[in-house]
């Protein structure tokens, strides 16, 4: 009995350190992806050599998940950002958050906990969109990185549940 017990805990400690193991490598790519597509976006900004091909290359990526209109692209230095103010808040905000749970636990979050945090985002579309108010690229920004950071969150924590399931069975 005693040996059946011991044996039970060492099979659950080994899944333990292979969840922490997998969690971890998990949260690696993702910040990887993070840090490439974020540089890909800026990357008007960041290389000074004008290359046409390779501006076109990345502006024609990034116009398919961005309108791209430049009145509502970050402008720095003299280069417009390839994606809108609001993408770019929800790519940094996911960026920033993959980095804070590479050192930090983050507790699963609830669906509920999604809807809520979406609701600033989407307020903020739909009153731009009925001329409530002006199109803001700072509200635009902050209520993307709001939305980019609990979406990453969110993404995160189902993947490791996934993969947590996976191994068990």
């Known amino acids: 009995m005693l040996q059946l017990l011991l044996t039970g805990i060492k099979n659950s400690a080994n899944i333990n350190i292979e969840n922490k193991l997998s969690s971890t490598l998990l949260k690696l790519i993702l910040l990887s992806v993070l840090v490439i597509w974020t540089l890909g976006f800026l990357q008007p900004n960041l290389f000074l050599q004008n290359d ?12 398919k998940v961005c309108h791209q209109e430049s009145s509502k ?3 720095i230095g003299i280069e ?3 994606v809108c103010a609001r ?3 929800i790519y940094f905000g996911a960026l920033i958050a993959a980095l804070f749970t590479f050192f ?3 507790p699963e979050l609830r669906i509920k906990v999604f809807v809520i945090a979406s609701l600033p985002l989407l307020l903020d579309v ?3 969109f009925l001329g409530v108010y002006t199109y803001s690229q700072t509200v635009a920004f902050i209520t993307g990185l709001a ?8 993404f995160l924590s189902e993947l490791e549940n996934f993969f947590s399931n996976k191994s068990i069975k």
């Open 104 to 106: 930090y636990c983050i």
């Open 80 to 82: 417009h950002m390839l």
């Open 73 to 75: 692209c970050i402008l």
């Open 126 to 128: 739909c009153l731009t």
């Open 147 to 154: 939305f980019g950071g609990i979406v990453y969150v969110f």
């Open 52 to 63: 046409s091909l390779t501006n076109y290359f990345f502006t024609k990526v990034y116009s």
């Open 87 to 89: 993408c770019a808040g």
